[in-house]
């Protein structure tokens, strides 16, 4: 069986990978610092517990297993939090990152996928985002990200390091199952914090900022079904695999929803009037980023499934519950 090293594996993204991994026929062996990943969601292959910025504990896991690829998922992702401390936000996504390719190729390891970001492209002011799209971002979540990006392109040069590159949009719903579900702790993120609010652990959510240049005034997303994101990364390991090439692909369903369509479909699915409250703009916030994935569709045969916003509020419900 071919041994795939996933970083953050025990993290909400990582954890449906591997369940994927599996379930096409790898070894996943998730290396994870358990920080913000949870041990009991490594379910589908051997666990390493440690930290990228380690290179000796990298180097020790690397030469033991001996994987075909890796997936890099372990960062700190959010938005607000990377504005208020962004050395954390270089140092933990950007310094790690490089510890964790420099390992892979010392130990000859050349199939890298890259989870990257639409923040990148920061505000770009209702375009609909391809992977030609100029690159601004607005906070060291989405810079930092932008330069783990060009890490790889030089030591794609270098060394010939291989990297499919996937810039998500906004990852929701669960494992169709229930096996698996998204939790961080605190939640920041929109949809599971309206479960939470049906669920009663919350009062209400706040809405970050009514007065942005869209039909409603909130915010739009493109939301994408972790299932169908993870379903793209076997994609793009295969292309590794099959000596295709560096690579590019942006990842979104093509549809863009406000804060306020999100929080009217949560109502709708779950049955609960989901109280609001209108709050400020949360800084390093773009008013709208909706994908365009031709590019995936074309040239990674990718077709998403379950990326539709009922689709994916019902997934997270049934795997919170
Ligand atoms: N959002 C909100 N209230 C919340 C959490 C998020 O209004 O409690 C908004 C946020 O400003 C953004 C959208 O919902 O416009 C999605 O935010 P999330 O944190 O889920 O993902 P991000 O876009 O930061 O990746």
């Avoid at 998922?73 to 938005?79: D, G, H, I, M």
């Avoid at 970050?208 to 079904?225: E, L, M």
Wanted: glycine share 10%; aromatic share 8%; net charge negative.
């Amino acid at each position: 069986m071919k041994n795939v090293l996933v970083t953050g594996g025990a993290g909400y993204i990582g954890s449906h990978a591997c369940k994927a991994l599996k379930l096409a026929g790898y070894n996943p062996v998730t290396f994870d610092n358990l920080i913000t990943g949870w041990a009991d969601a490594v379910r589908f292959g051997p666990f390493e517990q440690g930290d990228i910025l380690d290179a000796a504990r990298l180097d020790d896991v690397f030469a033991r297993w001996q994987p075909v690829a890796v997936m890099h998922f372990a960062a700190l992702s959010q938005v607000g939090e990377a504005m208020q401390e962004p050395g954390r936000y270089w140092r933990s996504n950007l310094v790690a990152s490089l510890t964790l390719i420099e390992a892979a190729v010392r130990a000859g390891c050349l199939n890298f996928v890259f989870s990257s970001t639409c923040a990148v492209y920061g505000d770009r002011d209702g375009v609909v985002i391809d992977e030609n799209t100029a690159q601004a971002p607005i906070n060291a979540y989405g810079a930092s990200k932008r330069a783990i990006e060009d890490v790889l392109r030089n030591f794609g040069h270098a060394y010939g390091l291989r990297s499919i590159i996937f810039r998500y949009f906004n990852v929701a719903g669960a494992d169709p199952t229930g096996e698996l579900s998204e939790r961080h702790l605190p939640e920041t993120h929109l949809i599971p914090i309206l479960l939470e609010v049906a669920k009663g652990q919350r009062d209400h959510v706040k809405i970050f900022g009514s007065d942005y240049a869209t039909p409603d005034g909130t915010c739009i997303r493109d939301y994408i079904h972790v299932a169908d994101l993870v379903d793209a990364h076997l994609l793009g390991l295969r292309w590794l695999e099959d000596g295709r090439g560096s690579n590019v692909f942006c990842l979104g369903s093509g549809h863009g929803y406000s804060v306020r369509q999100v929080v009217e479909e949560a109502r709708n699915i779950v049955g609960h009037p989901i109280p609001v409250v209108m709050a400020d703009r949360r800084l390093g916030d773009a008013a709208s980023l909706v994908c365009g994935s031709q590019h995936a569709l074309q040239e990674l045969g990718w077709a998403p499934q379950r990326s539709l916003l009922p689709i994916m509020i019902e997934d997270a419900w049934r795997a919170m519950r």
